[in-house]
């Protein structure tokens, strides 16, 4: 198993939840069970695919939760971006929260990459 606190992408994903948490308690009141929960819920679930794909065996699975933690970051940044435009942002706290989700994709998809390329597949085929 793996230890998910030792992967670099696991940091600016943990960072994001907390993120989401504080910049969505200043949202209107009506959105608790729209806007908000559905960005907590994308928030949460990055690093929590990033550590139970830690906890898997194959390398296949492992990679499978990261595209899944991935995948929950894009959404994620939509809602960052829907939010920005229905004004619950002002202009500098969207700014820090964007380039934080860029760093985090970025991050996470050279994971992603590093774990599809061709000799790092083959190597774990040829070791089981």
Sequence with gaps: MRDHTRLRAFEP???IALLTYRETRNFPK???YGLISQMRRAAV???SNIVEGCARESQAEFLRFLEIA???LR???YQF???KRLEYFDNNSFADCDLKLVETE???GALIRSLRSPDRMQSNQSSK
């Design 70 to 72: 991935f995948a929950s």
């Design 13 to 15: 994903a943990d960072e």
């Design 81 to 83: 971006s829907l939010a």
């Design 106 to 108: 970025k991050v996470l």
């Design 30 to 32: 009506d959105e608790l």
């Design 45 to 47: 679930s990055v690093p």
């Design 75 to 77: 959404e994620l940044h």
